[in-house]
């Protein structure tokens, strides 16, 4: 008589995962996506950090503070995969040179009400939910 193996089938692997993606402890795995944030400042991105960070993104933030060096930018759009703008302190012609860049460089621009993770979530949700 042959025993019954306990490895688990492709379906019931499919299923853990997706009960697990859906559980909110273990948030939807996205590693080595570049994420740039442009605008909000420092302290108000933390969770919006946090957030990325858990799921194992890259973060990569721009503030309009002063002293923030213009380059810097530059630098963070080439890398960035998916760029989230928050349009509360993004200038009218920021946000026109934030969707030109991206329009050639094929990226997604995604504007966000404010800097804030509710805002991020609001976005997700109907964007792409991957909570």
Same mark, same amino acid.
């Given at each position: 008589m042959r025993r019954r193996s306990k490895v688990p089938s492709h @379906?019931?692997?499919? @299923?853990?995962?997706? @009960?697990?993606?859906?559980?909110? @402890?273990h948030p939807t795995a996205i590693p080595g996506v570049r994420i740039a944030h442009i605008g909000g400042k420092l302290g108000a991105v933390v969770n919006i950090r946090t957030y990325w960070q858990s799921r194992g993104a890259t973060f990569m933030h721009y503030s309009f503070e002063e002293g923030q060096d213009q380059a810097a930018l530059g630098a963070?759009?080439?890398r960035a995969d998916i760029v989230f703008h928050s349009s509360h302190d993004t200038s009218p012609r920021t946000k026109h040179h934030l969707a030109i860049f991206c329009e050639r460089a094929c990226k997604p621009l995604i504007p966000l009400e404010d800097s804030s993770l509710s805002s991020l979530e609001e976005v997700l949700g109907t964007w792409c939910p991957i909570a």
């Amino acid at each position: 008589m042959r025993r019954r193996s306990k490895v688990p089938s492709h @379906s019931q692997e499919t @299923s853990a995962l997706a @009960s697990r993606q859906q559980d909110p @402890s273990h948030p939807t795995a996205i590693p080595g996506v570049r994420i740039a944030h442009i605008g909000g400042k420092l302290g108000a991105v933390v969770n919006i950090r946090t957030y990325w960070q858990s799921r194992g993104a890259t973060f990569m933030h721009y503030s309009f503070e002063e002293g923030q060096d213009q380059a810097a930018l530059g630098a963070i759009l080439a890398r960035a995969d998916i760029v989230f703008h928050s349009s509360h302190d993004t200038s009218p012609r920021t946000k026109h040179h934030l969707a030109i860049f991206c329009e050639r460089a094929c990226k997604p621009l995604i504007p966000l009400e404010d800097s804030s993770l509710s805002s991020l979530e609001e976005v997700l949700g109907t964007w792409c939910p991957i909570a």
